[in-house]
């Protein structure tokens, strides 16, 4: 009986540890939230083209509720940038000549295209507008027959000179001064060229031209954290101009080229609640016409999920741009969106971009020594772009009343919750800056 008792005695100790073992190993489980502070869902206010409204109107508004903005903006229109329009080529004078008698064709298109609208000369940029868009819409016959129309023009003397544009800005130009006191305010500035043309019949010389001085200007007036995103202009997919975007850009609204990340454009009707990606990035252009109803349900559908970021993009404001909303309608929307912020992170383009690629590539370890638990966060992105700070999810046990959050000089507090796997607390921690301590405290 003695030597029975024993055994039962060791296997209760057994027992013990190995239910302690089990509780430690739960107590210390850490995740990264899906978005920031466990949001539900992420929501980018995207504005094109800079028109004026957007800031007298719709700036105030956004920080009323304390919402961040992405304006991708056109750098050559702001007074006091280094690089406007142009063409870089040959003489202007020599490819006029060889159209009288060279039709266009597949061998000289984009040189004609890209120097139409660069002649000094009022209304030949429309064509070349006109051109990209046949171009972009599989209409390639069109589109030369277009460009060998405006070149007879011009050879006719069809087309008046230009008037020289203003050095200084009036009531509706933006400076460069303006803008990097939002930027210092947390709006996002990005790239939407130097003039906004079709990127897709550019030639190569001079889509690198709109690329990259448009880059150049807003590092120069706003520094290297605004030349993260870039939109292309008229929203285009063409393939070779989204290979050089991205090879100048870490991030454009047109493509992210992540696995893990499906994208629906402005023109995608597909619905988002269908995909079975771990994010998915769903664009929606707002319209004059677009009802509130039919906006409002954008939000309530990604409001009810916990994988999709709704991109919206506005151009007008008030009267001023493309397809222009009223002041009090984005009121309304915005005061909509606001009262869902409970599940709903509002944040500029590339704080999303971020957040997403710095958890898929996130390592979490996590090891607990009695009232601590030490949390290591990190990725292998470059550390210079990708700092942005991310939502952990830690697991602590369950009598910890109070919880402090150390990492490096910095210390906040976090209140445990509960959810069906146990007790949590979620707090920030920046990758790849050293180990976060939560440690118990009294209640």
């Known amino acids: 009986m003695k030597q029975e008792a024993y055994v039962l005695i060791a296997l209760a100790g057994l027992m ?6 089990g509780c430690g190993r739960q107590d210390i489980r850490t995740e990264i939230a899906k978005w920031q502070d466990g949001k539900k869902a992420a929501v980018s206010l995207t504005y094109d083209d800079g028109s004026i409204n957007q800031f007298r109107v719709a700036v105030p508004l956004m920080k009323g509720l304390g919402f961040p903005a992405t304006f991708h903006i056109i750098t050559g229109d702001i007074p006091g940038s280094r690089y406007h329009g142009a063409f870089i080529g040959r003489p202007t004078d020599a490819i006029v000549r060889e159209t009288a008698g060279v039709p266009t064709g597949p061998a000289n298109f984009f040189e004609r295209a890209s120097a139409i609208g660069r002649l000094g000369l009022q209304g030949t940029f429309e064509y070349h507008l006109r051109a990209g868009e046949m171009f972009e819409d599989s209409k390639i016959d069109a589109a030369y027959r277009l460009i060998d129309e405006a070149y007879t023009k011009v050879r006719q003397g069809a087309f008046k000179p230009e008037q020289a544009r203003a050095a ?11 803008l990097k006191v939002l930027a210092g305010q947390g709006f996002e500035f990005s790239s939407h060229t130097v003039t906004h043309p079709r990127l ?11 690329l990259e001085k448009s880059r150049e200007d807003i590092l120069d007036h706003l520094g290297p954290k605004h030349t993260f995103t870039i939109e292309c202009p008229f929203g285009t997919e063409d393939e070779r101009v989204v290979r050089y975007a991205l090879a100048r850009y870490p991030a454009s609204r047109n493509r992210l080229p992540e696995p893990f990340l499906e994208e629906l454009n402005r023109w995608n009707d597909k619905d988002p609640a269908s995909s079975s990606k771990e994010y998915i990035q769903w664009q929606r252009g707002v319209l004059t016409a677009m009802p509130m109803s039919q906006m409002k349900g954008w939000v309530d559908t990604i409001a009810g999920r916990d994988n999709i970021w709704l991109v919206l993009v506005f151009h007008g404001v008030d009267g001023i741009g493309w397809e222009p909303k009223t002041g009090a309608e984005l009121e309304e929307y915005f005061g909509y969106i606001k009262s869902l912020e409970g599940r709903i992170w509002v944040a500029t383009f590339a704080d999303v971009t971020k957040y997403m690629r710095e958890r898929m590539r996130g390592r979490v370890t996590t090891l607990r020594r009695g009232g601590t638990i030490e949390v290591d966060l990190r990725h292998d992105l470059p550390g210079e772009i990708y700092d942005l700070p991310l939502t952990l999810k830690t697991y602590i046990p369950a009598r910890w009343p109070s919880v402090e959050v150390k990492q490096g000089s910095r210390t906040t507090s976090a209140r445990p919750a509960r959810d069906e796997r146990g007790a949590y607390v979620l707090y920030q921690a920046v990758p790849n800056a050293g180990p976060v301590s939560l440690i118990k405290r009294p209640g």
């Open 16 to 21: 013990s540890l190995a239910a302690q073992a």
């Open 168 to 178: 200084t800005g009036g009531k509706n130009a933006l400076t460069w001064d303006e």
């Open 200 to 210: 897709a019949v550019l030639d190569e010389t001079n889509l690198v031209y709109e």
